[in-house]
T-cell receptor, first 113, second 109 residues
Framework: NAGVTQTPKFRILKIGQSMTLQCAQD?????MYWYRQDPGMGLKLIYY???????DKGEVPNGYNVSRSTTEDFPLRLELAAPSQTSVYFC????????????FGPGTRLTVL | LAKTTQPISMDSYEGQEVNITCSHN???????ITWYQQFPSQGPRFIIQ???TKVTNEVASLFIPADRKSSTLSLPRVSLSDTAVYYC??????????FGAGTRLTVKP
């Protein structure tokens, strides 16, 4: 199993550009999550999904959108990139229970200039 | 949401036992206590989870007193590779658990 994979690893965007961060898991997990982590800080939940077709906002959803058309994939969309979105983005998944351990991907480092 | 408080940083030496305490005074009846470890440039990794008393696995122990208002992560005989940030999370589902700033553990030779 590859676990949770994320692409790209690094990306530089200009203000106002858009992009999609890809996340996939091969563990047949129901739950998937997107976090951002600013330097020296903990992770903040952006969006989460409890299954295909179901998504909900987390702590810091503004400026982002998600979709969950399949169990495996959970892409995060930035429509109008802003410098405040410069961060490291982590995707995670967890199994059948809402408090099961989360498995994290390697992260995407995004810089908006 | 249960708020957690942990020390910002701790230092230790190789071979010592390290105990990191987390305070969660407003923990709810259905809340679990979960600890994650994060190395630089990596995503967090699950260490241990518990509800009450003591839980032990191959890497750590988690001690939870009867009132559940605090918990202690115990790392036996740490090595240099245990240098990382450790997060304490409290909640009954991952959507509501919050990663605070964590405890930065530095293990010295």
């Amino acid at each position: 199993n590859a676990g949770v994979t994320q692409t790209p690893k690094f990306r530089i965007l200009k203000i106002g550009q858009s992009m999609t961060l890809q996340c996939a898991q091969d563990m047949n997990h129901n739950y998937m999550y997107w976090y951002r982590q600013d330097p020296g800080m903990g992770l903040k939940l952006i969006y989460y999904s409890v299954g295909a077709g179901i998504t909900d906002k987390g702590e810091v959803p503004n400026g982002y959108n998600v979709s969950r058309s399949t169990t495996e994939d959970f892409p995060l969309r930035l429509e109008l990139a802003a410098p405040s979105q410069t961060s490291v983005y982590f995707c995670a998944s967890s199994g059948t229970s809402q408090y099961n351990e989360q498995f994290f991907g390697p992260g995407t480092r995004l810089t908006v200039l | 949401l249960a708020k957690t408080t942990q020390p910002i940083s701790m230092d230790s030496y190789e071979g010592q036992e390290v105990n990191i305490t987390c305070s969660h005074n407003n923990i709810a009846t259905n809340d679990y206590i979960t600890w994650y470890q994060q190395f630089p440039s990596q995503g967090p990794r699950f260490i241990i989870q518990g509800y009450k008393t003591k839980v032990t696995n191959e890497v750590a122990s988690l001690f939870i007193p009867a009132d559940r208002k605090s918990s202690t992560l115990s790392l036996p005989r740490v090595s240099l590779s245990d240098t990382a940030v450790y997060y304490c999370l409290v909640g009954d589902n991952n959507n509501d658990m919050r990663f605070g700033a964590g405890t930065r553990l530095t293990v010295k030779p």
